[in-house]
């Protein structure tokens, strides 16, 4: 006589996800003095901003999960934003078999092991879009927030490099700054 | 070989049609298809079909493909601009008329050699696109000639996907310069292949070929330029412009190197054309649909890619810079005014600047730096 059979079968897992995103462009510096003499103002500038200078040369500054890379001497600016997470997940199946037909039990068994072991991968996957997303969302936002940074420190490097140019080619005699409209004037007697 | 100058003399014949064989008669067909004297759909069917392949072709049929062959890739190149009363460089001077009146004989002769007939065979015999027995030809050992009439074959045959997927993966279609100035999408594929090295392109025949070329490849840009708007698909955009940009570069920098700037004619035409008025991304990039990848730098890769021909009036503007500054007893002083010539005939400063906007659009951190008016920054 046939008898029927239920097996469940539980399979759970811990993964440690990573996800990034990253964006990478150039600053539009005007070389208003030499590369070298351009590539130090702006270290400085950085500097003052909180940025500090790794052993590459590079000037990094990390806010939160998002960090800010800048290479004075080329002016490529990377925003980098990452998130990881430590993730369980846990899968559940339940199979019926008969001990006279089909399958026998162990069979069985490593059958449902075998789809589990799929569903855990889906669900994993899940997760990686989902902190996926959520780095990208990251980066952004903290785009939109470091765009205005970006805009000033460069407007900051041009006033002083041309500052340095009228002091380069005579005696500065005036100097008036509007922050209001950004104009600056700078007199210089040749 | 077959060599459109001197004209050979007329073999004897009857005085009606010559008498061919089916064989030969579908290859002939199929020749016309390739060099655009045969209806398209016609031709596609011819190539896709397989006939059993005689031992040999008849004289008859001989001096028929050798004809056609020859005046068709002559008549091409002149429809296409060899006509044009234009100036180009001969050496380090400008040398102005017809492509026949400012090019020496040996460089506008077209030496066809056994790879075409070879390559014509395999093609009427087999089914191109279900073929086992795959045909290739050195590339080295290819004549400007036989790559102008490959090229032809492949942008003949680019209508069918399953035809353009074969050929694109024999040697001597993935190394030629024509059918990569012509259409680097299709021929570059999925697998990004890197264009081929294009210094052999600037000088003999091949630069008197690109000179004819010059209106038809940005009328051909200019299509492709328009049409990106109605492409929904990121990955083919991405595929696409990757192959653009790697193609355009690479061929501007042989060019500069090799002091041909004047064959880059057409992608400043094609900017020029296009940048009549302010262009945003979104002429390139607003037929995309969905959010497309969900990584950023995947999304901005895409947009940056989309952008590949006004990218390159960045490398354009620095020619002219460069121009400018070569005084009058300079040695490139004829080359460079010819160029400035070029420049403002298409109004070169608004177009570069139009291209130049478009592109910054695209950056998500690039600062306008050179309109302080609007961020409050120094005024320069």
Same mark, same amino acid.
């Given at each position: 006589?046939?008898?029927?059979?239920?097996?469940?079968?539980?399979?759970?897992?811990?993964?440690?996800?990573?996800?990034?995103?990253?964006?990478?462009?150039?600053?539009?510096?005007?070389?208003?003095?030499?590369?070298?003499?351009?590539?130090?103002?702006?270290?400085?500038?950085?500097?003052?901003?909180?940025?500090?200078?790794?052993?590459?040369?590079?000037?990094?500054?990390?806010?939160?999960?998002?960090?800010?890379?800048?290479?004075?001497?080329?002016?490529?600016?990377?925003?980098?934003?990452?998130?990881?997470?430590?993730?369980?997940?846990?899968?559940?199946?339940?199979?019926?078999?008969?001990?006279?037909?089909?399958?026998?039990?162990?069979?069985?068994?490593?059958r449902v092991r075998d789809q589990l072991k799929h569903d855990l991968d889906k669900k994993f996957e899940q997760e990686q879009t989902r902190l996926q997303t959520k780095a990208t969302e990251e980066l952004e936002k903290h785009l939109q927030e470091i765009q205005p940074e970006i805009s000033q420190i460069v407007n900051q490097v041009t006033r002083d490099a041309l500052k340095q140019k009228a002091q380069q080619m005579g005696t500065v005699t005036e100097i008036t700054e509007d922050a209001e409209s950004g104009s600056l004037t700078i007199r210089v007697e040749v | 070989?077959?060599?459109?100058?001197?004209?050979?003399?007329?073999?004897?014949?009857?005085?009606?049609?010559?008498?061919?064989?089916?064989?030969?008669?579908? !290859?002939?067909?199929? $020749?016309? /298809?390739?060099?655009?004297?045969?209806?398209? #759909?016609?031709?596609?069917? &011819?190539? =896709?079909? %397989?006939?059993?392949?005689?031992?040999?072709?008849?004289?008859?049929?001989?001096?028929?493909?050798?004809?056609?062959?020859?005046?068709?890739?002559?008549?091409?190149?002149?429809?296409?601009?060899?006509?044009?009363?234009?100036?180009?460089?001969?050496?380090?001077?400008?040398?102005?008329?017809?492509?026949?009146?400012?090019?020496?004989?040996?460089?506008?002769?077209?030496?066809?050699?056994?790879?075409?007939?070879?390559?014509?065979?395999?093609?009427?015999?087999?089914?191109?696109?279900?073929?086992?027995?795959?045909?290739?030809?050195?590339?080295?050992?290819?004549?400007?000639?036989?790559? !102008?009439?490959?090229? $032809?074959? /492949?942008?003949?045959?680019?209508?069918?996907? #399953?035809?353009?997927?074969? &050929?694109? =993966?024999? %040697?001597?279609?993935?190394?030629?310069?024509?059918?990569?100035?012509?259409?680097?999408?299709?021929?570059?594929?999925?697998?990004?292949?890197?264009?081929?090295?294009?210094?052999?392109?600037?000088?003999?025949?091949?630069?008197?070929?690109?000179?004819?070329?010059?209106?038809?490849?940005?009328?051909?840009?200019?299509?492709?330029?328009r049409a990106k708007g109605q492409i929904g698909d990121w990955k083919r955009m991405n595929q696409l412009g990757r192959a653009e940009y790697a193609t355009l570069r690479a061929f501007l920098e042989a060019a500069d190197r090799a002091n041909r700037t004047d064959l880059a004619r057409f992608v400043l035409k094609t900017n020029a054309t296009l940048f009549q008025t302010d262009l945003t991304p979104v002429f390139w990039t607003g037929g995309l649909q969905g959010s497309g990848p969900p990584r950023l730098a995947d999304r901005l890769e895409t947009q940056r890619a989309a952008l590949a021909v006004p990218r390159q009036m960045e490398l354009l503007a620095d020619w002219q810079d460069r121009a400018r500054s070569i005084g009058y007893f300079d040695e490139d002083y004829q080359a460079s005014q010819m160029w400035k010539q070029d420049w403002e005939a298409v109004g070169g400063d608004l177009v570069a600047a139009r291209a130049r906007a478009a592109v910054e659009m695209v950056e998500p951190l690039r600062t306008p730096a050179r309109q302080p008016e609007s961020d409050g920054g120094p005024g320069v």
């Open positions: 006589m046939s008898r029927a059979y239920r097996i469940t079968v539980k399979e759970s897992d811990t993964r440690h996800l990573k996800a990034g995103d990253e964006i990478g462009t150039c600053l539009e510096i005007l070389e208003i003095l030499p590369p070298e003499d351009m590539a130090t103002l702006l270290k400085n500038e950085l500097r003052n901003r909180g940025f500090a200078e790794q052993d590459d040369g590079t000037m990094t500054r990390r806010d939160g999960d998002v960090t800010v890379i800048v290479d004075p001497c080329s002016g490529e600016v990377t925003v980098k934003a990452e998130a990881q997470e430590t993730v369980s997940q846990e899968a559940r199946r339940d199979a019926t078999g008969f001990n006279d037909v089909g399958p026998n039990e162990n069979n069985l068994r490593d | 070989m077959t060599r459109t100058a001197p004209p050979s003399t007329p073999s004897p014949g009857p005085d009606g049609p010559r008498q061919v064989s089916r064989f030969e008669y579908n !290859l002939l067909r199929l $020749l016309r /298809f390739f060099l655009g004297h045969h209806p398209s #759909d016609q031709g596609i069917q &011819l190539a =896709r079909a %397989a006939i059993t392949r005689p031992a040999c072709l008849s004289p008859a049929a001989v001096d028929l493909a050798k004809d056609t062959l020859a005046k068709g890739c002559v008549l091409f190149l002149t429809r296409a601009g060899g006509w044009r009363n234009d100036h180009y460089l001969r050496g380090r001077s400008p040398a102005d008329g017809r492509v026949w009146d400012r090019s020496a004989l040996d460089e506008r002769t077209l030496v066809f050699s056994a790879p075409v007939m070879e390559f014509l065979l395999w093609a009427t015999s087999e089914k191109i696109h279900e073929s086992k027995i795959l045909w290739d030809a050195p590339p080295q050992d290819l004549t400007p000639a036989d790559e !102008l009439f490959f090229w $032809l074959a /492949f942008d003949a045959c680019r209508a069918d996907p #399953d035809l353009s997927g074969v &050929l694109r =993966r024999l %040697a001597t279609f993935r190394n030629n310069a024509l059918c990569w100035l012509a259409s680097p999408g299709d021929i570059a594929g999925a697998d990004n292949t890197p264009p081929p090295d294009f210094r052999s392109t600037f000088s003999g025949t091949r630069a008197v070929m690109l000179e004819c070329l010059q209106n038809h490849l940005a009328a051909r840009w200019l299509r492709s330029e």
